[in-house]
C-alpha cells in the first residue's frame, strides 16, 4: 500500500479543486482528516469522505480521476465504509484552512477524530493519534470525558475491547501511570511498564 504525506494529499485536493465545475463541501475522516486537517505528520493513501455536505458526490469522483491524472499520485477517493464518531460530532466540526476556489473540506474536531481512531485502534491509527497530539495538544480531562459521555456506551463491538484501546491511547499520549488508573477504573488489565 503506497501512503502519501500532508504535502502530496494538499497537492492532489488542489487538483480536485481545479476540476470541480461547481462548489462542493466534503467532511473528512481517518487519515486523511488527521494529515491535511491537523498536519499530523502520518500518511495514508486514501481520503475517506464521510459525507459529501454540498455539491455532487460523482462530480467530486470525477474530479479525482482527473486529478490523478494531472498529478500522477495514484490517491483513492471514496466513502468511508466504517466511521464511528462522537454522539454530537457534527457539532464540533471544523473547516480545514487551505486556499482553494471551489472545494471547501471539513473535518472533526480533533477529540472525536482522535476517538474514532481510537476506536479502531491499529497501529497506524495510534500514530495519527500521536501526531494529532504533538501538533494539537490534547486534554486527558476533554479526551477521556468524551470517551465515557458520548462514545464507550454506543460504539459498536465489544466495550471491554474499546476500553482497552483507549488505554493503549492515555498510556502513549500521557503516559503508563495514567493508563494504570484507567485501567483499574474500569476493571481493566493494568498494563504492566516501566
Partial sequence: MTGFNRAQLVTFVRAIDRHLAARATVLLVGGAAAAIGYDSGTMTADIDILNVVAGSPRAILAASERARVETG????VGGSPVTELPYDY???IKPVRLRLSKLTLLVPDKYDLVLSKTL???PHDIDAIEGVHRQHRLSRKVLIGRFEA???NVATGDPR???LNMAMVVARLYGVEQARK?????GLPVPKGR
Fill in 90 to 92: 457534527e457539532d464540533r
Fill in 182 to 186: 484507567l485501567a483499574e477504573l474500569w
Fill in 73 to 76: 499520485l495514484g490517491v483513492s
Fill in 161 to 163: 475491547r474499546t476500553r
Fill in 150 to 152: 458520548e462514545l464507550v
Fill in 120 to 122: 479502531r485502534g491499529y
